[in-house]
């Protein structure tokens, strides 16, 4: 577990656990979070119930509905042959109401990213330790002081990403020292981060075995994966596709309000546009890797600066795809020190403005070879396989 030294008063962080020592037998976790039919919450849910569930004899996962984002039945079968209980809670009413049944029995609590209802079930489940897993780069003025009040329900608070950590600490530039900060008393007791697991079954075999970038140079083609909204950026790479001198092709997977636009261009544009739509939990390893072996690189064109590491960034290292995004929210961690920083052909930051250019180079004369693809699936291996990451969940468990 990384961590930034932070002094809160006379508390002290000084070995960055995250779950106590102690036997699985007996133990219970409960955690709570939601499994929407689209997005990374769904991937980090299940994939942190598959790394937790050997260290805990009952785990129980609270899921909240998030309304507009649906729910995924696939998801929820998937926790239930792990032997993990599901209780779906909807509307605030029926949530508190669940809330005060669940009683005072949990060793462990878990929160992922869920502000709403977290104080409350921490106080309700008197867990021993309660941590809360804050899963975007949305550091507002009202989250900053959410989050230094939750030092009163919570033993953690800990950030996906070194850049949020940073932020939220107060140290400033990528590069620097680790600045320890008189914060305000009601601050948990030290700034940890940790990276969402995201391992897919059987993606060793990648591109470096009969894929895309062996193939013929040709066409360059740009893959988009995600939420398919305006401040993700999928309408400018659109944009920038349909616009562009130098042939290419725009592969892209998702749902949301631009996905009939990617329909349309897909229909007059054939030439340049592939839309592959969404894929239920229980099918991600199949669909990635018929999206990725479709793509030579992906582009993550994030313009929200709450955006914190997309799943997707991770997803694409696994199968040997280098990365271009945006330096905006969480992603800014991949230029720090405590990620590498990453080679720049490997992943590659610029900022919004510049993504235009960028973009135009990489059309140009950018077609990634057995090396890169290489280096990409090393560098996962080493920072954000299931083995690492496992690790640092469960050194103090």
């Not at 989050?147 to 990528?174: D, H, N």
């Not at 390893?285 to 064109?301: A, H, M, Q, S």
Request: proline share 4%; glycine share 10%.
């Amino acid at each position: 577990m990384e961590k930034l030294r932070v002094k809160t008063g006379e508390r002290k962080c000084e070995s960055g656990e995250i779950l106590e020592r102690g036997g699985a037998e007996g133990r219970r976790l409960v955690i709570f979070s939601s499994l929407p039919e689209v997005g990374g919450h769904t991937t980090t849910t299940l994939k942190l119930c598959e790394i937790l569930r050997p260290m805990f004899g009952r785990v129980e996962v609270i899921v909240k509905d998030i309304p507009g984002h649906g729910f995924s039945q696939a998801a929820c079968r998937q926790l239930e042959s792990m032997g993990i209980g599901v209780t779906r809670w909807g509307g605030f009413v029926g949530s508190l109401c669940g809330a005060v049944k669940m009683g005072r029995r949990a060793d462990v609590f878990l929160t992922i990213g869920m502000r709403h209802l977290s104080p409350l079930l921490a106080l309700l489940l008197g867990a021993r330790r309660s941590i809360y897993y804050h899963i975007t780069h949305e550091l507002s003025l009202r989250t900053r002081w959410q989050l230094r009040l939750y030092g009163c329900f919570f033993s953690e608070v800990v950030f996906l990403s070194p850049a949020t950590a940073r932020l939220f600490s107060g140290s400033e530039g990528a590069g620097g020292q680790d600045r320890s900060l008189a914060l305000q008393k009601k601050l948990p007791r030290c700034a940890l981060w940790v990276i969402q697991p995201t391992e897919i079954a059987g993606s060793g075999v990648g591109v470096l075995e009969g894929g895309n970038v062996l193939r013929e140079p040709g066409v360059p083609r740009i893959g988009f994966l995600g939420r398919l909204t305006l401040d993700k950026g999928i309408g400018m790479l659109a944009e920038f596709v349909e616009r562009s001198e130098v042939e290419c092709r725009l592969v892209s997977a998702g749902r949301g309000e631009f996905e009939d636009r990617l329909r349309a261009y897909e229909h007059s544009m054939a030439e340049r546009f592939e839309f592959l739509g969404a894929f239920q939990a229980d099918e991600r390893g199949k669909f990635l890797e018929k999206f990725f072996r479709k793509i030579d690189w992906l582009c993550v064109p994030s313009l929200d600066d709450r955006e914190g590491i997309p799943n997707v960034i991770f997803e694409a290292l696994q199968f040997g795809v280098p990365v271009l995004a945006t330096r905006t929210g969480g992603m800014r961690c991949f230029e720090m020190p405590e990620m590498g920083p990453a080679d720049r052909s490997v992943i590659r930051l610029v900022d919004p403005a510049e993504l235009s250019v960028a973009l135009r180079e990489r059309v140009s004369d950018f077609l990634p070879d057995a090396a890169v693809a290489r280096r990409c699936r090393e560098y996962f291996e080493s920072r954000f396989s299931d083995a690492v990451l496992a690790e640092k969940w469960k050194a103090e468990s």
